[in-house]
């Protein structure tokens, strides 16, 4: 559709809105109670009867997810309607990866956030949707399929028309899918999004789902060059030219909460009985947002580490806790799990993880509001009442840190001598691991001669 003109909403011009200064945001959460947060309607072309229609623009932000634009066209003439969604938030770290093993009809319901750089795929039909190919969509898994069904008919009466065979072929793949609807026999929904902003919805949280696998992963070139960020795989930080150790850099970047400029931080910083991480903090002086993030200052090491702490004492909540992107972590009492870059990089204590756990949880979107199942609310209470216990010492249970890396660690108050209630155990990776953490392709010994060979 083309815009041909602006038409304000009611006070939008002018009044108390006009004059709250450039310092609010751009994006406003997501409120009923809120009534200036009205849509900016646009007059646009309807592509259906080429008369003139009107698109309405929400630019608003979702908690828990990110920053979104909602436009809805509608037209007057041929009452022709179209609703979308798409992200107006930045591109994540990482790609993400859902696989949803879709076995009753109650899975069909799951919700789903699908970007237009997604990739959608049914293994078991061979079947997938390119990505680009469709507009970001908020739907569910029955919506998904719905959408593919309607993209098949919509030229079939051309092709009945043209090659009566190729039309035949196709009604029959419909078919195919529609059973799927009925959950007749089970599949495998696939979600690949090299932008990390799609999301499929796990109905047990804050309980691990069997049902789905989220893998985070690196963006091939190829990807990141879809993205618009060819440029970012072959940047390399440069070498120190002087110790970091004493010293604090300082370099410009965007606030991720209202995308004011702001500062952040980064220090090398060696931790006792472990090794070097770079913490970076950001301080939003618009909004007030603060963020912390570690990395690893250092390799990969040749084994991972799985470390078990049992939780006797209120004290161990001060116990220091660095958990890198690649770590997921485990309370078994509570049968929950938090995934590999879930929170991403932190150095904190366990009592701050433990806390943004149950923020993590707190702000669900599908866990709140008048959407949500009453079971699923109240044993998601239930949970971070119990969470909240651990927190104040009124519960013992045991704390996991599984990381293939090896870069994570949490602090030993008997060092050097032993802890009685900490663990710490090596193991080697398995193969999945190394292919997640991009080992299995990594040659480093004999490249020198292979390359000369070329």
């Not at 003439?77 to 992200?87: F, L, P, R």
């Not at 950001?282 to 990395?295: I, L």
């Not at 932190?346 to 669900?364: A, C, I, M, P, S």
């Not at 080992?439 to 490249?447: A, F, I, R, S, V």
């Amino acid at each position: 559709m083309s815009a041909l003109g602006a038409v304000p909403p009611a006070g939008a011009a002018g009044g108390p809105r006009g004059e709250r200064g450039a310092r609010e945001p751009l994006f406003r959460p997501l409120s009923a109670e809120d009534g200036e947060q009205l849509p900016a309607e646009i007059e646009s072309l309807c592509m259906n009867c080429f008369q003139n229609g009107v698109t309405r623009l929400l630019l608003t932000r979702i908690p828990f997810f990110k920053e979104i634009i909602v436009s809805s066209f509608s037209c007057d003439s041929c009452c022709w309607s179209n609703t979308e969604i798409q992200s107006a938030g930045r591109v994540q770290e990482q790609g993400v990866r859902y696989r949803l093993a879709v076995t009753c009809r109650q899975d069909m319901d799951r919700q789903v956030v699908k970007t237009d750089c997604a990739t959608a795929a049914i293994p078991e039909l061979d079947f997938e949707i390119p990505p680009f190919t469709q507009r970001g969509v908020l739907t569910t898994v029955e919506g998904i399929i719905d959408r593919a069904i309607a993209g098949l008919e919509q030229d079939q009466p051309v092709r009945r028309a043209t090659d009566e065979g190729v039309a035949r072929k196709i009604e029959e793949f419909i078919g195919r899918l529609r059973q799927l609807k009925e959950a007749q026999s089970p599949f495998t929904l696939v979600i690949d999004d090299p932008s990390g902003n799609s999301f499929v919805e796990n109905p047990h949280a804050p309980q691990r789902d069997d049902a789905l696998v989220v893998t985070r992963y690196r963006r091939s070139p190829q990807q990141a060059a879809a993205l618009g960020l060819q440029g970012e795989e072959l940047e390399e930080p440069p070498e120190p030219a002087e110790d970091l150790h004493n010293e604090v850099l300082q370099f410009n970047t965007n606030c991720p909460e209202c995308n004011a400029p702001a500062h952040t931080n980064m220090k090398l910083v060696q931790i006792p009985h472990f090794k070097e991480v770079i913490i970076m903090a950001t301080n939003c002086e618009s909004c007030g947002h603060r963020t912390n993030e570690v990395k690893s200052g250092g390799a990969i090491e040749p084994q991972g580490t799985r470390i078990t702490l049992r939780i006797t004492d209120p004290s161990d909540m001060t116990r220091d806790v660095l958990k890198s992107e690649t770590c997921s972590v485990e309370i078994p009492e509570l049968e929950f799990e938090l995934g590999m870059g879930a929170l991403g990089g932190k150095f904190t204590t366990l009592e701050g993880l433990l806390k943004d756990v149950r923020d993590l949880v707190e702000r669900n979107p599908f866990t709140l509001g008048d959407s949500s199942a009453p079971d699923r609310t109240q044993k998601l209470q239930e949970f971070i009442g119990k969470l909240q216990e651990i927190i104040e010492g009124q519960r013992t249970a045991h704390f996991v840190m599984d990381d293939p890396a090896g870069n994570s660690y949490l602090q030993n108050v008997f060092a050097p001598e032993q802890d009685p209630e900490l663990r710490v155990q090596r193991y080697e990776r398995t193969f999945q691991q190394n292919e997640d953490l991009g080992l299995n392709d990594m040659k480093t010994e004999g490249y020198e001669e292979e390359t000369g060979s070329r």
